[in-house]
């Protein structure tokens, strides 16, 4: 393990806050506060189970782009990305969400279960979604915080019309609301967070 591993894990967790901190949108004061609530010592610290997926070939692009909106956010996903564990939903497939879909997604928890710090009912992590993609409606008893580290995303909540959302704009989604994530021609990286109710993963709406 890197031995550098805990602090630049712990810098990601505190980067996120600070860049969190001044944005006034819906959701954003609980996720700070849950997130103060959050145990990442060293003594909470566990090395997950580096794990890598094919979306990731846009991650240094999605970096660099990061870092025109926060070098620091940037510079502290640089410093872990070979040590996080990238993960899909056991439930989704091309078959469901298009050809070529699984390729082009994945998420990764900095803390929750397969994360740096375990967390108490609490998940924080990151979103890779390729071009051109439809992260159809979907739903979960969560809330849940986005924060599009990149430009281009357009985001749907309860059936409605699709939106684009500036970079680092954020995204409430209230427990069971039915939203959708949409791409163009740029990949989306995104911080997400889960504030409580953690257990149940999300559901695609419809067959």
């Avoid at 998940?123 to 008893?141: I, K, S, T, V, W």
């Avoid at 939203?179 to 740029?186: D, L």
Wanted: aromatic letters at 10%; one cysteine or more.
């Amino acid at each position: 393990m890197n031995r550098d591993l805990p602090e630049n894990a712990r810098w990601l967790v505190e980067a996120i806050a600070r860049a969190l901190q001044p944005r006034h949108g819906t959701g954003v004061a609980e996720v700070l506060a849950r997130l103060a609530d959050q145990d990442v010592s060293d003594g909470a610290f566990r090395a997950p189970e580096p794990a890598g997926l094919p979306v990731l070939a846009h991650l240094p692009q999605s970096i660099g782009e990061t870092l025109l909106l926060d070098a620091d956010v940037a510079a502290a996903i640089a410093a872990v990305e070979e040590e996080l564990c990238w993960r899909q939903s056991s439930s989704y497939s091309d078959a469901l969400l298009g050809e070529g879909f699984t390729r082009n997604y994945g998420w990764a928890e900095i803390i929750g279960p397969h994360g740096f710090f375990a967390g108490d009912d609490f998940l924080l992590g990151l979103l890779m979604l390729g071009p051109n993609r439809h992260y159809r409606d979907h739903f979960h008893p969560a809330p849940e915080l986005y924060w599009p580290l990149t430009s281009g995303s357009q985001w749907s909540i309860d059936g409605g019309d699709f939106a684009e959302v500036p970079q680092g704009a954020t995204i409430w989604h209230p427990p069971m609301a039915l939203h959708a994530t949409k791409t163009s021609e740029t990949p989306l990286l995104a911080v997400w967070c889960w504030t409580r109710d953690t257990g149940t993963p999300a559901k695609l709406a419809g067959p």
